[in-house]
């Protein structure tokens, strides 16, 4: 069965009683039907997010389509449920882009999966939505700003850096024109269109505690300069209170259910390689408010969206991860072996202890933040006995448990081992976690601890323009913020073709971007996207829907 077929066959719960497991009576949710629902932020318990035991699921560098953090992370919650323990798993939201281009959905797959499977993937509550809305409204208020003859705040439009945004991927609104027609349609300028997951105000939301942080966040926003090179911000314009307003749903986290019945809170989506690349601080809180254990996740590899889960999320929501669960996955140590793609498939020992290089840098990594891994082997029919014995003790021999996660294919059945293994690591009392770097040090200082201490790296270069982007940064204040580096997910270098664990590399700072309102600055390794293209074959073309409404082809 085709994941869609296996979420499609499960009998879902009123989410009234998903809702009653967490101890939170109907009428104190917002129903979105009868299998989805908003939970308003007064459920947040500071008092018992204290007591509640973090976990964070990561990754080894991932191969294109990526090793299953979603899965583990769903199936480990399932298997904590199994053991007598009360979790919730806490993820992001998929965007649409993914969904239509070339990666599928982001709601797990086979019997680790989140329902309805099928909303969850397309419009689910309207956060995306909402989000573009948001940062639409900040793009027209400028372009008015500028047209003004009266409330001119003088803004060149050459200077102004927020685009658009559309939940799609379309290469052709990367760089375009606009104001074009006439005088009454607005000054003629340079613009272009992001994805709505990388939209600085998807960021911000995540980054936010509360509905006031969201807005003074918002008002943060850095927009552009004067023509007396003044900076200006969204609150200079006035824009931060009606784009709170049209985030006022999308502020509160989404409560949905699992396959076998357990409650799941989905909320947020920034990019992993440009953005954070986890879900809300509110959700995390939320989840660690109504359970004793959290699952939850980070973006790509853990180079990335750990690093930054670690450094950044824990320091804005005050979140104290007790363990960290590592994803790797034996095709994915055979590519970082040097298997090719047509390759993967192919049992084959010596690729497999060759590519642990890179795993095993995840491990030395996780332990520079106090947290000693589980490394959870998601399991696949082409993986051999042989590798998986060698895998599992190779970490053995290094202080670190690897467990076979069968969540794909047996659900919380299969993930029972790795749940046990997860919770042991906890009580050990021996994690301590603690972040890698000061926010306050300088800037290149925070660059250079991350390039070399997670990437391997022997240095860091910069280009003229990050140069010039550190002064900027330096003259609007702002340097005291943490680094949120946007760099290739394919490799701990800069360059996605050096796979495994490179040596003997330097990583270039090519320009930044800054991110006042989320609160972080983001030097730009290499040539980053902020807006993807459809590949040759999207897999939009193997989806289908009949006259009853019934979709297929969905993954």
């Known amino acids: 069965m ?12 009123h989410i009234n009683d998903i809702a009653a497991k967490l101890g939170v009576d109907s009428d104190n949710i917002e129903q979105y039907g009868k299998y989805k629902a908003k939970l308003p932020l007064d459920l947040i318990d500071k008092d018992k997010i204290a007591k509640s035991k973090l976990i964070l699921v990561t990754a080894i560098t991932p191969t294109p389509a990526g090793e299953g953090k979603t899965t583990v992370s769903i199936g480990l919650h399932e298997g904590l449920n199994k053991i ?22 982001a709601a797990g797959g086979g019997h680790s999966q989140v329902v309805p499977m099928e909303d969850i993937n397309l419009h689910f509550t309207g956060d995306f939505s909402a989000i573009e809305k948001a940062n639409n409204f ?7 700003n500028i047209q003004s003859k009266t409330r001119s705040l003088g803004i060149d439009p050459r200077t102004v850096i927020w685009k658009r945004v559309i939940d799609m991927n379309d290469r052709a609104l990367r760089d375009i024109v606009i104001g074009l027609g006439g005088t009454g349609n607005g000054i003629p300028r340079q613009d272009g269109f992001n994805i709505t997951a990388a939209s600085e105000v998807m960021a911000i939301l995540c980054m936010s505690n509360d509905l006031d942080d969201l807005k003074q966040k918002l008002g943060n926003i850095f927009c552009g300069y004067t023509f007396d090179r003044k900076p200006v911000y969204a609150r200079d314009l006035n824009a931060e209170n009606a784009m709170a307003i049209l985030l006022k749903d999308a502020v509160k986290p989404n409560l949905v259910q699992t396959l076998e019945g357990n409650p799941a809170i989905i909320h947020g989506g920034p990019f992993a390689n440009i953005a954070q690349g986890t879900n809300t601080i509110i959700a995390t809180q939320m989840g660690l408010s109504l359970g004793d254990y959290v699952v939850t ?37 055979r590519h970082h072996g040097g298997a090719t793609p047509d390759q993967y498939n192919d049992a084959n020992l010596d690729r497999v202890k060759a590519g642990f290089a890179n795993l095993e840098k995840h491990i030395e990594n996780s332990k520079k933040f106090g947290l000693n891994p589980v490394v959870a082997v998601n399991n696949f029919y082409t993986d051999s006995q042989e590798e998986i014995d060698w895998l599992i003790e190779k970490c053995a ?30 009580e050990s009392g021996k994690n301590n976690f603690k972040a890698l770097y000061d926010w306050n040090l ?12 997670i990437y391997g790296a022997d240095g860091v270069d910069y ?18 913020l943490p680094i949120c580096m946007a760099k290739t997910q394919k490799s701990f270098s800069d360059d996605e073709k050096k796979t495994g664990r490179p040596t003997g590399f330097r990583v270039t700072v090519r320009e930044f971007e800054i991110a006042a309102g989320a609160g972080f600055l983001i030097p730009i390794l290499g040539n ?23 979709i297929s082809g969905l993954s």
């Open 528 to 550: 980053m996207m902020r807006m993807p293209g459809l590949p040759a074959v999207p897999a939009s073309e193997g989806m289908s829907i009949d006259s009853n409404g019934k």
């Open 84 to 105: 007598g323990k009360k979790s919730i798993v806490v993820l992001r939201e998929p965007s649409l882009g993914p969904v239509f281009g070339i990666k599928g959905g």
């Open 463 to 480: 280009a003229a323009a990050a140069e010039r982007g550190i002064r900027t940064i330096d003259k609007l204040g702002l340097s005291h």
């Open 397 to 426: 021999s290094i202080g670190v448990q690897a467990v076979l996660s069968k969540g794909w294919a047996e659900g919380g059945n299969g993930t029972q081992d790795l749940a046990h293994a997860v919770v042991k690591e906890i």
């Open 2 to 13: 085709t994941d869609i077929e296996i979420a499609q066959a499960v009998k879902m719960q």
């Open 297 to 333: 996740e980070a973006g790509f590899g853990a180079d990335l969206g750990a690093e930054k889960f670690l450094n950044i999320k824990c320091g804005y929501g005050n979140l104290k991860p007790e363990a960290l669960v590592l994803v790797a996955t034996i095709r994915a140590l």
């Open 138 to 144: 900040l793009a027209a208020v400028i372009d008015n």
């Open 442 to 453: 300088p800037v290149k200082e925070k660059i250079e601890t991350i390039a070399r201490e």
